[in-house]
Every structure is written in structure tokens, then in C-alpha cells.
């Protein structure tokens, strides 16, 4: 194999690489709603949730904000935040 070829083989390789290691794992999505109380923060809330799903708890916390469009905002008792519970899938 010529240089060449050999690099363009290592270019395909590490984009497959990269395309595994972002790839969700096989789960179940469940939505439900969650109205923030009085003193709560998002994560305290993904706390609560932790054990509903198979997300480390820093990703889920993201994942709650980000499915909120929280970014930079702060949420309020009253507040009705969709919570994504990720489930392994049933096979």
C-alpha cells in the first residue's frame, strides 16, 4: 500500500472511532414532567431521577438543561422542566 492510501485508511479509521464513541447506547426515552419547588436546582433533580436511568449524573444534569433550553437561566418553583429518563432497552 502506498503512503497515500495509507493515509486516507487512517483518516476513515479514526472518524468510524470518533462516530462509536458518540453513539448513544441502545435505550428507552420516557418524558415526564417535573414542576421545580422551592429550593430545588437541576441537579438535585437529576438526584431524585438518578436511579430511573443509565446516564452518570453529571450527563443527565446536562441533558435536563439542555432539553430546557436552560443555559444560563435559572429555574423557579413554579418552573415545569421536562425530565428525558433513559432506560436500557428491552431486547
Do not use: H
Request: aromatic content about 10%.
Amino acid at each position: 500500500m502506498d503512503e497515500k492510501m495509507k493515509s486516507i485508511l487512517s483518516v476513515v479509521f479514526m472518524i468510524l472511532c470518533m462516530c462509536y464513541m458518540v453513539m448513544e447506547p441502545a435505550c428507552d426515552v420516557t418524558d415526564i414532567t417535573y414542576t421545580v419547588q422551592t429550593g430545588d436546582t437541576v441537579w438535585n433533580i437529576a438526584e431524585r431521577y438518578q436511579a430511573c436511568q443509565i446516564k452518570p449524573l453529571n450527563e443527565f444534569s446536562w441533558v435536563i438543561s439542555d432539553r430546557n433550553r436552560l443555559a444560563g437561566k435559572y429555574i423557579r418553583p413554579g418552573d415545569v422542566l421536562v425530565i428525558p429518563l433513559y432506560t436500557r432497552a428491552k431486547r
